[in-house]
């Protein structure tokens, strides 16, 4: 499903009619339903960085700031898995497992570093 465009202008859609949103007239906008507008701050010597390198990967500035922010985010959930699976191993070693983890040495010291290649 494409997002659709309604190029409106002076309060009114392209047939005359106003839209309104909560009491007020949202029509002078151009309105995509599936994207959010917001407004941030940052600092200028970034905000460069990004001009220029938007400019230089023919990017939209949008457009980086939406790449960035999923890369940002599957980062964050990368750390929460990699945190998970820590939690999940740090617990202690039974004597069962320290058991056969030793023998698995002995084993492996004396059948696989023997052999010849």
Request: glycine share 4%; hydrophobic share 35%; aromatic share 12%.
């Amino acid at each position: 499903m494409r997002p659709w465009v309604c190029l409106c202008v002076a309060g009114s859609c392209l047939d005359g009619d106003p839209i309104y949103k909560n009491g007020i007239d949202i029509s002078i906008t151009i309105r995509y339903p599936f994207s959010m507008k917001t407004a941030v701050s940052i600092p200028d010597d970034i905000f460069r960085e990004l001009e220029k390198f938007a400019k230089e990967h023919n990017y939209s500035r949008s457009e980086v700031f939406v790449l960035a922010a999923k890369e940002f985010l599957k980062k964050h959930e990368s750390k929460q898995l990699l945190d998970a699976l820590n939690t999940a191993y740090s617990d202690l070693e039974h004597s069962e497992e320290r058991i056969l983890r030793g023998k698995s040495k002995k084993y492996y010291a004396r059948a696989v570093l023997k052999e010849k290649y």
